[in-house]
């Protein structure tokens, strides 16, 4: 029986979160811009003017105003942009889109994310971008489509559990929460310091897991496994 739960940053009806540090895949409408992310990216911006490419080691940084999460939890954007946003419709309709790009491609979706204080969201994909999408009227403004991550989210599901298991039979003990990041191209393995719990891992036992999720785990493109470690300490629950 495990110890400790894996958190994944994959499943049904998810949006990712990159302003409030959440994670969940989900769907949106309007302006297009579309990317890819081999070697030699085919980048085509649309309308909005955001240009990323999801296979980056460092990906673009759209500008957006920075929101505390008291401002997210109460949906009030003007005191970070100097007008009122309703992010939460934007979050609403985008989610309904992306879970329909999901249903549409489900062996090619990778993943959804939205930043509403932009009022943009992300779509990505394994492969290329369906020409489907390219061509007809999209619902929600604002969305960037980007084709050839490599992965598509059956594959990040996959990854994780075969990283998840690894971890566990490695190093368990400190092991908090883990998940894909696609911001960043990886996937994260959180450990902590939990007092009156087990041992924290040491920095030699943290480098054999680096080493061995580096040999086991087949990632395409830039994409990598992350294991962090935060010493400070903090108080066991039940022992865990």
């Not at 030699?40 to 929101?67: K, W, Y």
């Not at 980007?146 to 075969?162: F, P, Y």
């Not at 998840?164 to 490695?170: G, L, R, T, V, W």
Request: charged letters at 20%; glycine letters at 10%.
């Amino acid at each position: 029986m495990r110890s400790h739960r894996i958190l994944r940053a994959v499943g049904a009806a998810a949006i990712l979160f990159a302003l409030a540090g959440c994670a969940s895949p989900a769907g949106a409408g309007g302006s297009v811009t579309t990317q890819a992310a081999p070697a030699q990216p085919d980048t085509r911006s649309g309308s909005n003017g955001l240009d990323r490419v999801e296979g980056d080691a460092e990906p673009i940084q759209p500008e957006c105003p920075q929101l505390s999460s008291e401002q997210i939890e109460a949906g009030d954007l003007a005191a970070a942009s100097g007008e009122y946003v309703d992010w939460v419709d934007y979050q609403m309709r985008f989610g309904v889109f992306a879970d329909s790009v999901r249903a549409a491609y489900p062996d090619d979706y990778s993943t959804a994310r939205v930043e509403p204080a932009c009022l943009r969201g992300f779509v990505s994909f394994k492969d290329e971008i369906p020409l489907e999408l390219l061509d007809g009227d999209i619902a929600v403004e604002g969305v960037t489509f980007t084709g050839n991550v490599g992965l598509s989210e059956k594959d990040i599901d996959a990854r994780m559990s075969q990283i998840s298991d690894i971890a566990q039979d490695e190093l368990s003990n400190g092991l908090s929460t883990g998940g894909y990041d696609p911001m960043a191209n990886a996937f994260q393995l959180d450990y902590v310091n939990r007092v009156g719990g087990p041992p924290p891992p040491t920095e030699a036992e943290l480098d054999a897991l680096r080493a061995r999720l580096a040999e086991e785990v087949d990632l395409p493109h830039a994409i990598r496994v992350v294991v962090n470690y935060d010493p400070t300490p903090i108080e066991a629950f039940n022992g865990f």
